[in-house]
């Protein structure tokens, strides 16, 4: 057993043993921002804060606080290491597991995607070679097809905001 694995067994299906675990993971990832067992062990805990949540143990505030500890933590990592991969996969396996969780809120959840591609298009027009934004972007775009919006017109946004970026950087 490596520790991350002896510190799972400890929180027995706890809310409030998940999010101080949370706490653990931020400080190792404090000085080691890009470990990959430290992003490992977030998302299973964000896992099991889901599954909590799905059982009733979490209401809908206490899950959207968590997203926002989560992009948080996301960001700061990335502020730390440009181009941190392992950022970027945990920031859309948060919006994955709030996609699942909000089924019934489309109006929120197509909020939250509107406002996640846009920052995603402001960071890619500053960061044109974090190629880990390009792929995050992807994904969410993926999801924001699955909640009803029209490929096309995603599409062509899309091609208008790389074509700024092309005039800015030719």
């Not at 181009?83 to 809120?105: C, F, I, P």
């Given at each position: 057993y490596t520790a991350w694995n002896v510190r799972k067994q400890l929180m027995k299906n706890s809310a409030e043993a998940a999010t101080a675990e949370l706490d653990v993971v931020t400080a190792v990832q404090t000085l080691h921002p890009k470990a990959g067992a430290a992003w490992s062990h977030r998302a299973w805990i964000l896992d099991s804060l889901a599954k909590l949540a799905r059982g009733g143990a979490l209401d809908n505030e206490a899950w959207r606080s968590i997203i926002a500890r989560e992009i948080e933590a996301c960001n700061d990592a990335?502020?730390?290491?440009?181009?941190?991969?392992?950022?970027?996969?945990?920031?859309?396996?948060?919006?994955?597991?709030?996609?699942?969780?909000?089924?019934?809120?489309?109006?929120?959840m197509q909020g939250i995607i509107a406002e996640e591609i846009a920052a995603l298009r402001r960071h890619i027009s500053m960061n044109v070679s974090d190629y880990s934004a390009c792929c995050h972007l992807r994904n969410i775009m993926r999801i924001a097809i699955a909640l009803g919006n029209d490929p096309a017109k995603m599409y062509d946004d899309e091609l208008r905001a790389i074509d700024k970026i092309i005039e800015m950087y030719p």
């Open positions: 990335k502020k730390k290491k440009y181009r941190n991969y392992a950022a970027w996969k945990h920031r859309g396996l948060v919006l994955t597991l709030t996609q699942d969780l909000m089924s019934g809120e489309s109006d929120l």
